[in-house]
């Protein structure tokens, strides 16, 4: 069964920091792009940033570009989001996924080639 477990959100003032874990079972995560979701409360969904699956240079949304860093742990199954300089506008549900397009092994997703979504963390960035 594929599965994807969040952790690491909790409250934080703003300017602070977080680092978001993403634990994946089921399936071998070397071989998927992994990214990162938020959904904002009334908000749709939106990709934050994205691995492929042989790792390389990350995607970055414009809205946290220079602000969080995305890794990947594959031996561990584990991908993070190391989170810094929050705003009250980070405030949403974090959700870790994974994407698979045969023959491409870039970063460049559309958050619709996403699948098993996790449960999420909620992140809360307020003073």
């Known amino acids: 069964q594929v599965q994807f477990v969040e952790s690491g959100g909790g409250l934080v003032q703003p300017g602070g920091s977080l680092r978001l874990s993403c634990v994946s079972s089921?399936?071998?995560?070397?071989?998927?792009?992994v990214g990162w979701i938020r959904q904002a409360p009334g908000k749709e969904r939106e990709l934050i940033s994205c691995?492929?699956?042989?790792?390389?240079?990350?995607y970055y949304s414009d809205s946290v570009k220079d602000r969080f860093v995305m890794s990947r742990d594959n031996p561990a199954n584990t991908a993070y989001l190391q989170m810094n300089r929050l705003k009250p506008e980070d405030t949403a549900v974090y959700y870790c996924?994974?994407?698979?397009?045969?023959?491409?092994?870039?970063?460049?997703?559309?958050?619709?080639?996403?699948?098993?979504w996790g449960q999420g963390t909620q992140v809360t960035v307020s003073s």
């Open positions: 996924a994974r994407a698979y397009i045969a023959g491409y092994s870039g970063s460049l997703f559309d958050i619709s080639d996403f699948d098993s």
């Open positions: 691995i492929g699956h042989r790792g390389g240079s990350p």
């Open positions: 089921g399936f071998a995560m070397g071989y998927f792009a």
